[in-house]
Protein backbone atom coordinates (compact mmCIF):
# COMPACT_ATOMS: atom_id res chain seq x y z
CA UNK A 1 0.00 0.00 0.00
CA UNK A 2 2.72 2.54 0.86
CA UNK A 3 4.61 1.71 -1.71
CA UNK A 4 2.14 2.19 -3.96
CA UNK A 5 2.02 5.75 -2.71
CA UNK A 6 5.97 6.71 -3.09
CA UNK A 7 5.56 7.16 -7.16
CA UNK A 8 3.15 9.88 -6.17
CA UNK A 9 5.14 11.41 -3.35
CA UNK A 10 8.06 11.23 -5.78
CA UNK A 11 5.91 12.90 -8.28
CA UNK A 12 4.29 16.15 -6.07
CA UNK A 13 8.52 16.70 -4.88
CA UNK A 14 9.37 17.09 -8.32
CA UNK A 15 6.50 19.46 -9.10
CA UNK A 16 7.21 21.78 -6.03
CA UNK A 17 11.01 21.39 -6.91
CA UNK A 18 10.04 22.84 -10.63
CA UNK A 19 7.42 25.15 -8.98
CA UNK A 20 10.45 26.63 -7.10
CA UNK A 21 12.86 26.77 -10.15
CA UNK A 22 10.26 28.02 -12.25
CA UNK A 23 9.91 31.10 -9.65
CA UNK A 24 13.78 31.36 -9.40
CA UNK A 25 13.85 31.47 -13.02
CA UNK A 26 11.47 34.58 -13.35
CA UNK A 27 14.31 36.73 -12.02
CA UNK A 28 17.38 34.91 -13.17
CA UNK A 29 18.43 37.42 -15.70
CA UNK A 30 18.63 39.68 -13.41
CA UNK A 31 22.11 39.42 -11.61
CA UNK A 32 22.47 40.37 -7.92
CA UNK A 33 25.20 42.92 -7.43
CA UNK A 34 27.44 41.79 -5.23
CA UNK A 35 28.11 45.80 -4.77
CA UNK A 36 24.80 46.51 -2.39
CA UNK A 37 25.65 47.54 0.59
CA UNK A 38 29.49 48.19 -0.36
CA UNK A 39 30.76 52.06 -1.12
CA UNK A 40 30.48 52.94 -4.51
CA UNK A 41 34.15 52.38 -6.34
CA UNK A 42 37.01 55.06 -6.52
CA UNK A 43 36.94 57.02 -9.86
CA UNK A 44 38.02 60.10 -11.88
CA UNK A 45 36.23 60.37 -15.10
CA UNK A 46 35.85 63.65 -17.04
CA UNK A 47 32.54 65.87 -16.80
CA UNK A 48 31.03 64.99 -20.16
CA UNK A 49 31.49 67.90 -22.36
CA UNK A 50 34.48 69.85 -20.25
CA UNK A 51 37.29 66.91 -20.48
CA UNK A 52 38.94 69.49 -18.62
CA UNK A 53 37.02 68.70 -15.05
CA UNK A 54 37.23 65.71 -13.69
CA UNK A 55 34.48 64.11 -10.92
CA UNK A 56 35.88 61.58 -8.51
CA UNK A 57 33.75 59.37 -6.29
CA UNK A 58 34.74 61.84 -3.09
CA UNK A 59 33.16 64.84 -5.04
CA UNK A 60 29.42 62.76 -5.03
CA UNK A 61 29.40 62.07 -1.30
CA UNK A 62 27.72 64.23 0.67
CA UNK A 63 23.87 63.56 0.34
CA UNK A 64 22.12 60.73 -1.14
CA UNK A 65 21.96 60.57 -4.86
CA UNK A 66 21.09 58.47 -7.83
CA UNK A 67 23.83 57.42 -10.78
CA UNK A 68 22.16 56.83 -13.68
CA UNK A 69 24.12 54.77 -16.45
CA UNK A 70 22.81 55.99 -19.86
CA UNK A 71 24.19 56.32 -23.22
CA UNK A 72 22.94 57.76 -26.49
CA UNK A 73 22.64 54.45 -28.24
CA UNK A 74 20.44 53.16 -25.63
CA UNK A 75 16.58 53.22 -26.76
CA UNK A 76 15.27 51.84 -23.21
CA UNK A 77 17.07 54.90 -21.98
CA UNK A 78 15.02 57.50 -23.90
CA UNK A 79 12.34 55.38 -22.54
CA UNK A 80 12.79 55.86 -18.86
CA UNK A 81 13.97 59.44 -19.44
CA UNK A 82 10.69 60.98 -18.28
CA UNK A 83 10.78 59.76 -15.32
CA UNK A 84 14.35 60.33 -14.76
CA UNK A 85 13.39 63.92 -15.01
CA UNK A 86 10.43 63.83 -13.23
CA UNK A 87 12.66 62.25 -10.40
CA UNK A 88 15.17 64.87 -10.72
CA UNK A 89 13.11 67.97 -11.04
CA UNK A 90 10.84 67.01 -7.80
CA UNK A 91 13.89 67.67 -5.84
CA UNK A 92 14.00 64.41 -4.16
CA UNK A 93 17.03 63.36 -4.90
CA UNK A 94 20.03 64.07 -7.06
CA UNK A 95 20.63 62.65 -10.33
CA UNK A 96 24.13 62.24 -11.55
CA UNK A 97 24.91 60.61 -15.29
CA UNK A 98 27.38 58.45 -16.02
CA UNK A 99 27.68 58.38 -19.80
CA UNK A 100 28.51 55.12 -20.87
CA UNK A 101 30.17 54.11 -24.22
CA UNK A 102 28.97 57.17 -25.84
CA UNK A 103 31.00 59.50 -28.34
CA UNK A 104 30.86 62.94 -26.30
CA UNK A 105 28.82 64.70 -29.44
CA UNK A 106 26.24 62.23 -29.60
CA UNK A 107 25.47 62.83 -25.89
CA UNK A 108 25.69 66.40 -25.60
CA UNK A 109 22.71 66.08 -28.70
CA UNK A 110 21.03 63.79 -27.06
CA UNK A 111 21.04 65.76 -23.93
CA UNK A 112 19.66 68.59 -25.69
CA UNK A 113 17.21 66.80 -27.76
CA UNK A 114 15.49 65.33 -24.80
CA UNK A 115 16.51 67.10 -22.10
CA UNK A 116 19.06 67.43 -18.69
CA UNK A 117 18.44 66.02 -16.13
CA UNK A 118 21.62 65.40 -14.39
CA UNK A 119 23.09 67.35 -11.66
CA UNK A 120 26.41 66.25 -13.09
CA UNK A 121 27.37 63.75 -15.98
CA UNK A 122 30.71 62.21 -16.04
CA UNK A 123 31.84 60.33 -19.24
CA UNK A 124 33.25 56.93 -19.19
CA UNK A 125 34.38 56.65 -22.98
CA UNK A 126 36.15 53.56 -22.04
CA UNK A 127 33.30 51.77 -19.75
CA UNK A 128 36.37 50.90 -17.22
CA UNK A 129 34.69 52.62 -14.56
CA UNK A 130 31.23 50.95 -15.36
CA UNK A 131 33.44 47.48 -15.07
CA UNK A 132 33.92 48.57 -11.46
CA UNK A 133 30.13 48.90 -10.52
CA UNK A 134 29.58 46.02 -12.11
CA UNK A 135 27.41 47.57 -15.01
CA UNK A 136 26.62 45.28 -18.03
CA UNK A 137 23.96 46.97 -20.19
CA UNK A 138 22.57 50.30 -20.13
CA UNK A 139 20.23 51.46 -18.72
CA UNK A 140 21.48 50.64 -14.60
CA UNK A 141 20.97 52.77 -11.88
CA UNK A 142 22.59 52.94 -8.55
CA UNK A 143 21.07 54.83 -5.31
CA UNK A 144 23.77 55.80 -2.58
CA UNK A 145 23.72 57.28 0.41
CA UNK A 146 24.84 59.84 2.13
CA UNK A 147 28.23 58.68 2.95
CA UNK A 148 28.76 56.64 -0.27
CA UNK A 149 27.78 52.89 0.33
CA UNK A 150 25.33 51.79 -2.33
CA UNK A 151 21.38 50.83 -1.27
CA UNK A 152 19.95 49.83 -4.93
CA UNK A 153 20.84 48.74 -7.67
CA UNK A 154 18.11 48.72 -11.02
CA UNK A 155 18.77 46.77 -14.03
CA UNK A 156 16.87 48.13 -16.72
CA UNK A 157 15.16 51.21 -17.06
CA UNK A 158 13.41 53.11 -14.21
CA UNK A 159 9.69 53.10 -13.67
CA UNK A 160 7.50 55.71 -11.25
CA UNK A 161 6.51 52.78 -9.94
CA UNK A 162 10.49 51.64 -8.86
CA UNK A 163 11.30 55.32 -8.22
CA UNK A 164 8.68 55.23 -5.41
CA UNK A 165 8.37 51.85 -3.77
CA UNK A 166 12.24 51.12 -4.21
CA UNK A 167 14.29 54.15 -4.56
CA UNK A 168 12.59 57.12 -2.63
CA UNK A 169 11.44 54.86 0.68
CA UNK A 170 15.27 53.65 0.89
CA UNK A 171 16.75 57.22 1.63
CA UNK A 172 13.78 58.29 3.88
CA UNK A 173 14.97 59.56 6.88
CA UNK A 174 14.08 56.54 9.67
CA UNK A 175 10.77 56.77 11.15
CA UNK A 176 8.75 57.95 8.14
CA UNK A 177 7.86 54.51 6.90
CA UNK A 178 11.27 52.92 6.11
CA UNK A 179 11.05 49.31 5.97
CA UNK B 1 47.04 14.13 -58.20
CA UNK B 2 45.28 12.58 -54.43
CA UNK B 3 48.06 15.11 -52.99
CA UNK B 4 47.39 18.68 -54.76
CA UNK B 5 43.57 17.66 -53.65
CA UNK B 6 44.66 16.81 -50.13
CA UNK B 7 46.56 20.12 -49.86
CA UNK B 8 43.81 21.87 -51.10
CA UNK B 9 41.31 20.03 -48.19
CA UNK B 10 44.10 21.22 -45.60
CA UNK B 11 44.03 24.58 -46.36
CA UNK B 12 40.03 24.75 -46.50
CA UNK B 13 40.45 23.02 -43.02
CA UNK B 14 43.23 24.82 -41.75
CA UNK B 15 41.41 28.07 -42.41
CA UNK B 16 37.85 26.71 -41.00
CA UNK B 17 40.22 25.70 -37.66
CA UNK B 18 41.68 29.48 -37.31
CA UNK B 19 37.91 31.02 -37.03
CA UNK B 20 38.11 30.73 -33.28
CA UNK B 21 41.23 32.40 -33.42
CA UNK B 22 39.30 35.70 -34.69
CA UNK B 23 36.25 35.85 -33.44
CA UNK B 24 37.40 37.47 -30.14
CA UNK B 25 37.76 40.47 -32.38
CA UNK B 26 40.61 42.43 -30.99
CA UNK B 27 43.97 41.81 -31.54
CA UNK B 28 45.87 40.76 -27.60
CA UNK B 29 48.79 39.77 -28.31
CA UNK B 30 50.47 37.44 -26.15
CA UNK B 31 54.42 36.83 -26.43
CA UNK B 32 54.26 34.18 -23.60
CA UNK B 33 52.19 31.23 -25.59
CA UNK B 34 51.53 30.16 -21.64
CA UNK B 35 49.99 33.37 -20.85
CA UNK B 36 47.65 33.30 -24.04
CA UNK B 37 47.11 29.44 -22.97
CA UNK B 38 45.75 30.68 -19.16
CA UNK B 39 43.76 33.32 -21.00
CA UNK B 40 42.01 30.70 -23.48
CA UNK B 41 40.83 28.88 -20.40
CA UNK B 42 39.82 31.57 -18.63
CA UNK B 43 37.91 33.61 -20.74
CA UNK B 44 36.15 30.23 -21.47
CA UNK B 45 35.38 29.72 -18.45
CA UNK B 46 33.92 33.27 -17.77
CA UNK B 47 30.35 34.14 -18.85
CA UNK B 48 29.67 36.80 -20.55
CA UNK B 49 26.61 38.95 -18.45
CA UNK B 50 25.11 40.60 -21.79
CA UNK B 51 24.09 37.32 -23.78
CA UNK B 52 24.18 35.33 -20.68
CA UNK B 53 24.79 31.84 -22.17
CA UNK B 54 28.07 32.60 -24.21
CA UNK B 55 31.13 32.56 -22.56
CA UNK B 56 33.42 35.59 -22.62
CA UNK B 57 35.88 34.10 -25.20
CA UNK B 58 32.84 33.57 -27.78
CA UNK B 59 30.94 37.38 -27.38
CA UNK B 60 31.45 40.11 -29.49
CA UNK B 61 29.07 42.16 -26.92
CA UNK B 62 30.78 45.52 -25.76
CA UNK B 63 30.98 44.47 -22.66
CA UNK B 64 32.40 41.03 -23.26
CA UNK B 65 35.27 42.97 -25.32
CA UNK B 66 35.94 45.74 -22.64
CA UNK B 67 36.31 42.45 -19.82
CA UNK B 68 38.61 40.86 -21.87
CA UNK B 69 41.01 43.59 -22.69
CA UNK B 70 40.36 44.18 -18.63
CA UNK B 71 41.51 40.29 -18.22
CA UNK B 72 44.41 40.87 -20.84
CA UNK B 73 45.93 43.85 -19.16
CA UNK B 74 45.44 42.12 -15.20
CA UNK B 75 47.30 39.02 -16.94
CA UNK B 76 50.06 41.09 -18.70
CA UNK B 77 50.34 42.89 -14.63
CA UNK B 78 51.02 39.47 -13.30
CA UNK B 79 47.62 38.67 -12.12
CA UNK B 80 46.77 35.07 -11.02
CA UNK B 81 43.88 33.23 -12.41
CA UNK B 82 41.89 33.29 -9.09
CA UNK B 83 42.92 37.23 -8.52
CA UNK B 84 41.32 37.71 -11.79
CA UNK B 85 38.51 35.58 -11.33
CA UNK B 86 37.88 37.25 -7.89
CA UNK B 87 38.24 40.80 -9.35
CA UNK B 88 35.24 39.83 -11.76
CA UNK B 89 32.96 38.28 -8.83
CA UNK B 90 33.25 41.67 -6.47
CA UNK B 91 31.83 43.38 -9.11
CA UNK B 92 29.48 40.96 -11.18
CA UNK B 93 28.65 38.32 -8.37
CA UNK B 94 29.29 34.26 -8.53
CA UNK B 95 27.22 34.07 -11.74
CA UNK B 96 30.41 35.36 -13.94
CA UNK B 97 31.27 31.85 -13.08
CA UNK B 98 30.11 29.33 -15.39
CA UNK B 99 31.27 26.64 -12.54
CA UNK B 100 29.50 28.25 -9.21
CA UNK B 101 31.19 28.08 -6.04
CA UNK B 102 30.53 25.62 -3.16
CA UNK B 103 28.29 27.57 -0.95
CA UNK B 104 25.23 27.25 1.16
CA UNK B 105 23.28 28.56 -1.44
CA UNK B 106 24.95 26.25 -4.08
CA UNK B 107 24.86 23.08 -1.99
CA UNK B 108 21.44 21.41 -3.49
CA UNK B 109 23.14 22.31 -7.00
CA UNK B 110 26.52 20.42 -6.20
CA UNK B 111 24.85 17.40 -3.55
CA UNK B 112 22.18 16.46 -6.22
CA UNK B 113 23.36 14.38 -8.73
CA UNK B 114 25.59 12.23 -5.87
CA UNK B 115 22.12 12.01 -3.85
CA UNK B 116 20.45 11.28 -6.68
CA UNK B 117 23.05 8.53 -8.28
CA UNK B 118 23.06 7.07 -4.99
CA UNK B 119 18.93 7.20 -4.41
CA UNK B 120 18.88 5.09 -7.77
CA UNK B 121 21.32 2.67 -6.83
CA UNK B 122 19.46 2.02 -3.50
CA UNK B 123 16.18 1.54 -5.46
CA UNK B 124 17.78 -0.84 -8.09
CA UNK B 125 19.79 -2.98 -4.90
CA UNK B 126 16.02 -2.93 -3.24
CA UNK B 127 14.22 -4.10 -6.24
CA UNK B 128 17.07 -6.33 -7.11
CA UNK B 129 16.98 -8.63 -3.98
CA UNK B 130 13.17 -7.89 -3.61
CA UNK B 131 13.35 -10.20 -7.08
CA UNK B 132 16.25 -12.81 -5.63
CA UNK B 133 14.53 -13.47 -2.46
CA UNK B 134 10.71 -14.27 -4.62
CA UNK B 135 11.81 -15.28 -8.11
CA UNK B 136 8.53 -15.64 -9.19
CA UNK B 137 7.05 -12.78 -7.22
CA UNK B 138 5.94 -11.25 -10.94
CA UNK B 139 4.09 -14.14 -12.25
CA UNK B 140 2.23 -14.22 -8.42
CA UNK B 141 1.09 -10.90 -8.99
CA UNK B 142 -0.03 -11.19 -12.54
CA UNK B 143 -1.84 -14.45 -11.47
New interface residues.
Given amino acids: MIGRLVPIILFVLLGLLLAVGLKIADHKTEIPSPLIGKKIPEFSLPALGQADVSITNEDLIGQPFLINVWASWCPTCRIEHPYVEELAASGRLRVIGLNYRDEEEDALAWLEYFGDPYALNMADVSGRTAIDFGVYAAPESFLVDADGYILFKQIGMLTPEIIEKEILPRIQPAGSGQP | MISSQLKIFMAVVTVVLMVPAFAAGEPLIFTDPEKEARYQQLTVELRC??C?NQNLADSDA??AQ??RR?IYDMMQAGRTDDEIKQFL?????D?VLYKPPVKSNTLVLWLMPAVLLFGGALVVIIVVRKRGLNPGGQEEESS
Wanted: hydrophobic share 45%; net charge negative; proline share 7%.
Fill in positions: LVQPLDLEIDRYGF
